[in-house]
């Protein structure tokens, strides 16, 4: 199998931003639980192109200053923004964040990578995105998921057609989870594989419901179910949930020729496609409509996913992007119709249920 | 492990039926997939009580005169009904015909048991049950997985409270399937789950969504899920598909103190029970009400569960119920109770997912 | 994938007895554990040209009758042996009685069957060969693996050379076991894999070597692991044992292209084959010897095995060698290498392990 | 569930070193593949206690030195050897000068932790226990796994006696693996799980066979099978193996009241014990000893196994025990009973499976 080189995710998509040419100078911003990782990986990328990192508490700054001795840390955003050796900045911080220190980051110049969630709110994120595209920079949002081997090996597959019609998907995104005081299970877990989705399909779901229940007694759901309707006949639904006695990440695509299934625990098969379905032939047998169904079991096969660290392809990836102004495939748009299904994910859950446009 | 005995599952119910005391003497109407299952088991429970058989078609017939040489086959179910010796009918026949033929039987004064699903609607249920009831005959419905030695241990387990407060079930019966072209995938395999469910709550749920889409171009659903609310934050959750390239039957039942999982296709370990949960403590944090989740993983337990045959032990307690007149534990109600939720979930897929009371 | 046919399991093989060329008439000899599934499946391949059937207990015989009440059953070997119009017995009585049976039934003209192991000693399963070819009957020993659809793929993928040179074969087989009184644990579960192995191969080993323990106190192993050398690098270990708590049946085929996995437990994917291993180079590096070797990991690949019962198989493989006279494929030759292997083992394992010639 | 405290290991251990008290000073010999995990570990147990690494490749020393910017790095060992301030040395360098750097770090008068296996010779062991207990000086081997807290759990469970009397141990460790030029599979993988039951069991077998097979036309064998025979009924057998398409961590230890199985690979259930076995009841019938066996199939428990790190448990001990002069749990004692049980394997193989004396 050969592993999708860095160049092939950006080839056949035209510039749409200043791109620089050289390799980019980056800032991360936000040494919490995700920066360091971005951090590491920037190094392993860039090298010394990785410039500067900011947090306000000292004590995350000192554990970086320690690691990477020739770094520039500092507690002071506005000095980063106003750096003008700084290309770019890689954004790591709590949710509610992200527009305000992107938006001010677009403002200064620099082209801006963020974790997912894009951001708290569509509207936050449609300014974010109308910014990026008026001032001609890279706005990119951290799926790491979509640039794991597998997740991208499944693309492959579905683009190949070899799974026919696709009709539904079935994910269940399930453990012991880590409470959060601030966002639910579904804000929580759903990015992962709504990013995933929305990377195979491109496109959002005409409607959705969603169904929760909280049970921590603070009112943020705990479980969540969400059906999506593409339509067509194509139906998405996903399980997230942080009171599984065991961990699943298991993904069902089923389709008209055959089916895959992407089971993320699976240390050696992560991806299996199904040579089974069914075939649907219409008879009119005695003036009357009959659906004559055959069954069909294969062979299983399980391609080869090479062993890479996702978040090195995504830094990589962000960094082309910037140096030659190419959109990046999880740019802002992706961003935001994530983000667009959250939000209608949460109306739905407080109206009961009820069916919502994204 | 003890095995449950038959007579423990109608200990401490009273009587509601004339009982006969001896061992009744039973018919079986319908001798096409399921049928013969039954007159192998009544066979086994009662020999040669097992008086007659039922069916239209001479070739169904003629198979079981071949393998059973002493029992009475006859077309004629009317012969059946009007034969004073037979004291209870088990029906076997296609779902439509379940309300007429139950409804003949139980006015000729004989016990009956049900295939499941009870019935075609919950209109028919309802007017078995009362039925049923005024001439005081016992009505039972064949929910064959409530009486699996794995179904009554989670029962036991349930019972027990080692679970706390049950938060959330979630099932999964998914697999290739036989395409019906009569009833959908909710019809076909929800029941089984239903039935399962309500032999632990024993109650409806408040309220109830469904979502589902048809895929053979009949407008036939194949895959469907559906969203039971049972109020004070327990939800329950049902994933059934025809389409699915794998089979997997699992249910999780979460409890605030354990969490309990029913794999079905474990050979071995087909109940785990997971020492595993939060707890949730409230605290007044400067005047800011705070929740502080702990985490919990602990061990794992796997009771032994005896290997009996299901539908044995179905037999032999409508045997006995009929016997003594106790109330089967799947008895006319339950059944009805299932009818509800399988008809509220048609509405509700119908009605784009909207919200029903069953 | 294309099921394999009967006749393809004889193409290609010359007559070497005397072929009746009509639907031989068979006899079954034994009526205890086996026994009756050969009187169903031979009664599913030929029907009435199953004509009786012998065991000296009359309770055995008078289950037989009543499920077969056309089938003349007997407690008369003689007799069985006296009648001309049976053409072939199959035999399933205790392993020590195989000798006597079968050589009377060779000698009295007929075709023979005989289930596993062929008999309890070399010396035996060499005369009864001899004999059979001497006379020209059919001798035919029930391997039943050997007919099973997973096993046979096995074999095609062996043969059809996509494993490359095979290294080593590991086989599994352990459970907790029914403790026999008479033969140990080797001669209860080796047979299965040794006769696998034999059909891949189809040849005895060099030497080979056997390790046991008994346990139970009456000397008879309940563990052992068999050591095989086929000389040029490949050996093959079997692992059987009547102690375990789970139940295993698990075969590798390393081979220096792909490797091959047969889990019997598997209901799915009991076959996958593995595109990965090892390339050894050899370089002369500054007048040293140096093995470079490379590893590949590459796709799973595990083909659909059709549903399809073994003895079904088996007994209409030995009815059309009766009737065309081709030898079987599991004929008195095999038999007699695997119970060469057998009566091996024993004396290595009561040798403590020294190596010795089957 | 209780972890394990450090101090457990050593309690009822009678100091037979000298024991200095306060926290000892080490220094780490050798920077390659498992060296960079001993420095991070010591550095996390004691800190700047930590004093000097040495490797005469410039390369890796820089590495360290880099990532850890106080500590001193040499590429002189007679340098660390000369340095008072060091008390104890941590040797991870090829296994042929484990012994002479192990000995001249005993005569300077340090106290020695060798990575496994202890020596390349039993000669070569024995010579540096002697000298150890001469100089009262402590010398322990790196057998990691025995500081996991699966193993450790395992241990508890074997020493409570819940399992009854063991009757056999079977352990498989397979992959496709990493070829070494200069050592076996036998040297590679078996110290693994040999010092495993070691840490069980604490005696040596009374004899072994070994049986193994070289593919990479080096003679060096990559495929084994060791037979070891513990003396009144108890076995143990091992495969490892570097060609198999999987991997396989798996040990079964079969006792007469329950049987326990690690799977190193369980995420979650690493250790289950199965209440399940047989009970052999003797009877005298008819003159005649009869064996009568019972089964038992019961519940299967897993218990909880904390998540820690073993090499940092590992180093704590070692520090720990030169502290107080108290004997290591995996001393050199115990490596030198590995090497005698590698020594002899060795032995067996070359002598085509011969019986041996370890």
């Given at each position: 199998m050969k592993v999708p080189k860095q160049q092939e995710l950006t080839k056949d998509r035209k510039p749409v931003a200043q791109g620089g040419g050289?390799?980019?100078?980056?800032?991360?911003?936000?040494?919490?639980?995700?920066?360091?990782?971005?951090?590491?990986?920037f190094n392993a990328v860039i090298g010394e192109n990785l410039r500067a990192c900011?947090?306000?508490?000292?004590?995350?700054?000192?554990?970086?200053?320690?690691?990477?001795p020739g770094l520039k840390i500092t507690g002071d955003f506005d000095a980063i923004l106003a750096d003008d050796s700084i290309d770019a900045v890689a954004i790591?911080?709590?949710?509610?964040?992200?527009?305000?220190?992107?938006k001010a980051a677009l403002l200064a110049g620099k082209s801006v990578l963020v974790e997912k969630p894009l951001t708290a709110s569509v509207e936050q994120a449609e300014e974010l995105v109308e910014l990026?595209?008026?001032?001609?920079?890279?706005?990119?949002?951290?799926?790491?998921?979509?640039?794991?081997?597998?997740?991208?090996k499944m693309k492959?597959?579905?683009?190949?057609?070899?799974?026919?019609d696709i009709l539904f998907i079935d994910s269940v995104r399930i453990n012991l989870g880590l409470f959060q005081h601030d966002v639910n299970v579904v804000w929580d877990l759903a990015p992962h594989d709504l990013s995933i989705i929305d990377y195979l399909l491109g496109r959002l779901p005409?409607?959705?419901?969603?169904?929760?229940?909280?049970?921590?007694?603070?009112?943020?759901?705990?479980?969540?179910?969400?059906?999506?309707?593409?339509g067509g006949g194509l139906i998405a639904h996903?399980?997230?949930?942080?009171?599984?006695?065991?961990?699943?990440?298991?993904?069902?695509?089923?389709?008209?020729?055959?089916?895959?299934?992407?089971?993320?625990?699976?240390?050696?098969?992560?991806?299996?496609?199904?040579?089974?379905?069914?075939?649907?032939?219409?008879?009119?047998?005695?003036?009357?409509?009959?659906?004559?169904?055959?069954?069909?079991?294969?062979?299983?096969?399980?391609?080869?996913?090479?062993?890479?660290?996702?978040?090195?392809s995504m830094a990589a990836h962000f960094v082309e992007c910037v140096a030659t102004?190419?959109?990046?495939?999880?740019?802002g748009r992706a961003g935001l119709r994530v983000v667009r299904i959250l939000e209608a994910a949460q109306r739905s859950i407080k109206a009961q249920g009820g069916r919502v446009t994204p």
């Open positions: 050289s390799t980019p100078r980056v800032g991360v911003i936000g040494l919490g639980y995700w920066g360091p990782n971005l951090v590491r990986n900011c947090d306000r508490d000292p004590t995350r700054a000192a554990a970086i200053a320690r690691a990477y790591a911080t709590p949710v509610e964040t992200h527009h305000p220190l992107a990026a595209e008026r001032r001609g920079k890279v706005l990119m949002v951290d799926h790491t998921f979509v640039f794991s081997p597998a997740v991208r492959e597959i579905v683009d190949s057609g070899q799974l026919g005409l409607s959705l419901s969603a169904f929760g229940a909280a049970h921590a007694g603070n009112g943020i759901e705990s479980i969540a179910y969400l059906n999506l309707d593409f996903f399980h997230v949930n942080w009171l599984s006695p065991v961990k699943i990440r298991h993904t069902i695509v089923g389709g008209t020729a055959k089916s895959l299934i992407y089971n993320d625990l699976d240390a050696v098969e992560k991806i299996k496609v199904y040579d089974s379905g069914i075939t649907v032939r219409h008879e009119d047998v005695e003036d009357r409509r009959r659906y004559l169904i055959d069954y069909r079991a294969g062979d299983v096969w399980s391609p080869h996913i090479p062993t890479q660290e996702p978040l090195r102004g190419r959109p990046p495939i999880t740019d």
